[in-house]
């Protein structure tokens, strides 16, 4: 698990989201994709760019997530292939690649391994040997799989043996796409007969975040960052609580809420206020709208302002970060949650 010290900044605008930790949001997803690909059915991520499908396909695969949703880590695998390298790949080496992938993940099993692969027939007997030795389901994730588009269309006998892997295996994939799989394959490949590849996939659409997980996302994140802190233990109701009756006198009862105060002032002194963050916290959420990429964008430079700017936290950091929006990145505008 991945910690964060004061003075450094959690938040990830530039790469995918790789620890559970710092995952937010996407629960109704997760299930439902853990659940088809636990049956043995494919299915399909399709969403608008930087709206987070790397990392969610990162975080289904975690050990510790799919343990939460009934699958052993240790009796299934899940191999990542990023579509960006085969692209780059002579397309005789592709399941060459793929095999090499599976055998990075099964070799980290004791006594498990798929041997050499050079092509689909070796692909086959890896995972029937996979199948046999307990590794149920074999999950082949499929990121950015729009890339594999191009001038120069798939062989129709690529798809044909990538769906007999499905039907003739306890194998499913996983594919994330910036458009369904169907109009990705009428468009570009040149798939023919009565059954499509992209049949053989349940599409997920993959919108933007709600209030609740953005605000559970910032606060987690500025938590880390140092910008929120916890109460000291006891000092809140000391400072809130007013004095009741008893036998202590009442100078005794005032002289406690005053050192409650007095320890509540001490331990704020050099903090920011909790009434800025949640400024802050509520400008994200608004300007973001819910896209993940924007609000670790917009995260990362409130972070980066605040850390600047401690003196003068209060008043320097909301105008900074309003100013810095001026340069706020293009991404695709995201699909409203649900679509």
């Not at 080496?93 to 498990?112: C, D, H, L, S, V």
């Not at 916890?230 to 100078?251: D, F, H």
Request: hydrophobic share 35%; proline share 6%.
């Amino acid at each position: 698990m991945m910690t964060r010290t004061p003075g450094t900044n959690p938040f990830h605008p530039k790469e995918p989201i790789r620890d559970p930790e710092f995952f937010f949001g996407r629960q109704n997803e997760v299930r439902e994709i853990l659940g088809f690909l636990r049956s043995g059915q494919c299915v399909s991520v399709v969403g608008p760019g930087k709206i987070g499908k790397t990392s969610l396909l990162r975080y289904v695969s975690h050990p510790a997530v799919l343990g939460e949703h009934g699958l052993m880590a240790s009796e299934c695998l899940f191999v990542y292939i990023d579509c960006r390298d085969l692209a780059g790949i002579a397309r005789g080496r592709w399941f060459n690649y793929i095999g090499t992938q599976m055998e990075k993940q099964a070799t980290q099993r004791p006594g498990k391994t798929i041997g050499h692969v050079e092509s689909f027939a070796d692909l086959e007997g890896a995972c029937e040997r996979l199948n046999q030795s307990g590794m149920k389901p074999v999950v082949v994730m499929l990121d950015a799989f729009d890339l594999l588009t191009g001038a120069d269309p798939l062989d129709p006998d690529f798809f044909t043996n990538l769906r007999s892997l499905n039907t003739s295996f306890e194998s499913a994939f996983l594919a994330a796409s910036e458009e369904p799989l169907n109009d990705l394959e009428q468009r570009y490949f040149r798939v023919t007969g009565s059954s499509p590849f992209s049949n053989i996939f349940h599409p997920v659409r993959l919108g933007t975040l709600n209030q609740d997980e953005s605000r559970a996302l910032l606060t987690h994140y500025f938590t880390l960052a140092g910008l929120i802190f916890p109460n000291p233990v006891g000092q809140q109701e000391a400072v809130l609580r007013l004095p009741q009756p008893g036998r202590r006198t009442i100078a005794v009862r005032f002289r406690s809420v005053l050192d409650g105060i007095r320890a509540r002032y001490k331990y704020y002194r050099d903090r920011p206020s909790i009434n800025a963050v949640h400024s802050l916290v509520d400008l994200i959420v608004e300007r973001a709208a819910g896209h993940p990429y924007l609000v670790q964008w917009m995260g990362w430079h409130a972070v980066d302002i605040c850390h600047k700017n401690s003196d003068k936290w209060n008043n320097v950091c909301q105008e900074r970060l309003l100013k810095r929006l001026d340069s706020l990145p293009d991404v695709q505008m995201p699909m409203a949650r649900g679509e």
